[in-house]
């Protein structure tokens, strides 16, 4: 192959792969992943909505905390009390037993003392609840972070695909001209015109079908970022990767610590060990002090006169039978710790082949990277050698379409790769639970 043509041909390849990278990357108004996931999590109300969950939880431990001090209450009564009962005394006179008009004014406080450790179990189940709802935060970021990341990637292949699928329906309408030419001076037959006008229409109709997907990828990416109307905004990116240490054993246990599915699970198993300890601690007597201060009238010698009294005591309550009622609700408990210990097995077993399948997804994608590499630069040569072929009258028009068709064709596996590469990346550090936010 001649200089000129190879130099031809590496031209076209740096053109067709680096310009868009290029263009982006000198575009100050565009959005970076980074900053896409960033606006995401920033203007989601499902994390809205979990964060007020987690402002319950906080309610809930003021609320427990509350039972570790004394309450206090006072109260007012009055009542109209007859008959007045009474005694008459020789020379004395009549004397009142009681007043028909009693008020009582006192305030009164009550601590307990000692329950045997059922205010701590209650207090460390609440406290328990927030961890899980924490966690349910980074389960819901993890999945908004990575759908954002399919779809911004979804939507740069697009672009690309179609500025390929531009690139060649330009050509085929250059041959079409070229066909109408010819027939028009008599050289040729309108049968390469009507083949070319097909094939520029199946172009076309493949053009239509990426530009619907890339409408509805935006739609998708606005909705999960949160913006408004038809808002739109450059994407900066390309499809380059670091390639991680794919060993499964190594993936599969730091996948196990990470996952913040599996964090939840076992948060979950943690509360509902709280749960079985707090039920059984349900009948446990309870110790308390009480102190009362009051003013009331109806004491002797004169019932009518308001008169300051006190109580102080000590108390205990001792449960003696609930029908059943704590024995059920340890059961309950039991058999929710048992349900939340499967559910770590059943997260371990869904992670694992997460992992392994994602493991796999790459491998098989970096693997198609090579073979599709050489397919490109292999149809490429085969496009320059057509055109030398088209021009010294070897071939036909259609035959060089053909050519160009075959390298437009393998110019889209490759995007189709390098956006497979970045995916199955991401679906890995999914997988192991990698924080991208």
């Known amino acids: 192959m001649p200089i000129r043509n190879i130099c031809l041909m590496f031209f076209i390849i740096i053109i067709i792969f680096l310009k868009p990278i290029y263009s982006q990357q000198n575009n100050s108004d565009s959005l970076t992943i980074n900053e896409a996931i960033k606006q995401t999590l920033n203007n989601q109300p499902l994390i809205t909505q979990a964060m007020e969950q987690i402002n319950e939880v906080d309610a809930k431990i003021k609320e427990a905390k509350s039972n570790y001090y004394p309450t206090v209450e006072g109260n007012l009564s009055y009542a109209y009390i007859g008959p007045v009962i009474s005694l008459a005394f020789p020379g004395l006179g009549n004397f009142d037993f009681n007043t028909m008009n009693n008020y009582n004014f006192n305030i009164g406080a009550k601590e307990i003392l000692y329950d045997f450790g059922r205010r701590d179990a209650a207090m460390e189940l609440i406290k328990s609840y927030k961890l899980s709802s924490e966690e349910k935060i980074n389960v819901i970021k993890s999945n908004l972070a990575y759908q954002t990341i399919q779809v911004f990637y979804t939507i740069i292949f697009l672009e690309k695909s179609i500025d390929v699928k531009n690139e060649q329906i330009n050509t085929l309408n250059d041959h079409l001209e070229i066909a109408k030419k010819k027939v028009e001076s008599g050289s040729s037959t309108d049968f390469d015109v009507l083949t070319t006008q097909v094939r520029v229409a199946s172009a076309e109709n493949e053009l239509i079908d990426l530009q619907n997907s890339l409408n509805k990828g935006k739609i998708y990416l606005r909705s999960l970022m949160g913006y408004e109307g038809e808002q739109t905004t450059n994407l900066s990116g390309n499809f380059t990767i670091t390639i991680p240490d794919l060993n499964e054993d190594h993936l599969i246990s ?178 192991v639970g990698e924080i991208v936010w």
């Open 254 to 431: 730091k996948a196990y610590s990470m996952r913040p599915e599996i964090k939840l699970a076992r948060e979950n198993e943690s509360s509902a060990k709280l749960s079985t300890q707090t039920a059984g601690l349900g009948n446990t007597p309870t110790l308390s002090v009480g102190v009362t201060y009051g003013l009331e009238n109806g004491l002797f010698p004169d019932l009518e006169v308001l008169r300051g009294n006190w109580v102080a005591g000590l108390s205990a309550n001792i449960p003696i039978f609930d029908g059943y009622k704590t024995e059920a609700r340890k059961e309950e408990a039991e058999a929710g710790l048992k349900s939340s210990t499967q559910e770590i097995l059943i997260q371990e077993r869904r992670i694992k082949a997460e992992v392994q399948g994602a493991e796999d997804d790459l491998k098989t994608s970096l693997d198609k990277l090579k073979t599709t590499e050489v397919q490109v630069k292999h149809a490429t040569e085969a496009v320059l050698r057509a055109e030398d072929q088209y021009k010294d009258g070897v071939i036909t028009n259609l035959d060089l379409i053909d050519t160009e068709t075959a390298l437009a064709e393998a110019k889209l596996l490759y995007l189709q790769v390098l956006y497979k590469n970045v995916v199955n990346k991401y679906a890995l550090d999914q997988a």
